[in-house]
């Protein structure tokens, strides 16, 4: 992969302002792709809908995907991407206000690799940034990821 990208699924404009300040601040300089709800998230990944004749098909290093979404939220999301063969082994995280049992549960069960709560107070969201660029970004080896 030439571009190491972030696909930043979130529906919330303060809390998708929040984490491009927060990415930024921390200087994780990767392009960050924004999509807005669940649809707009698995069009932009398996190049349907208005991405139908997009080429290349958006392959990200990491996709922070939050939970309560539009029109497909992002468990269901998150099955979309576990069951296709050129998505299954993208790196998705969890980045939710969530803090029910039950929506860890899930998520882990349908293959998220991690799950992190949105801290309030924005030095402590800042915090969290740096440590899922450090992570995910620098030190984790993801598998190789072919194109269609």
Do not use: C
Not at 25 to 54: C, F, M, Q
Not at 60 to 78: A, N, R
Not at 93 to 108: G, Q
Request: net charge negative.
């Amino acid at each position: 992969m030439d571009k190491q990208i972030i696909l930043l699924v979130e529906d919330n404009p303060d809390d998708e302002a929040l984490t491009l300040r927060a990415l930024s601040k921390t200087n994780i300089l990767n392009e960050v792709v924004v999509a807005r709800d669940g649809v707009e998230a698995w069009n932009l990944l398996s190049g349907t809908g208005p991405y139908v004749n997009h080429q290349p098909i958006l392959i990200p290093q990491l996709i922070l995907l939050d939970l309560k979404l539009p029109k497909l939220d992002g468990l269901g999301l998150l099955q979309r991407i576990r069951k296709n063969e050129r998505t299954r082994l993208l790196p998705v995280v969890i980045l939710t206000s969530s803090n029910e049992e039950s929506d860890r549960v899930a998520t882990y069960g349908l293959g998220a690799n991690s799950y992190v709560r949105k801290p309030v107070d924005f030095k402590q969201f800042m915090d969290a940034a740096v440590q899922l660029g450090l992570y995910w970004l620098v030190l984790n080896e993801t598998p190789p990821i072919g194109r269609p």
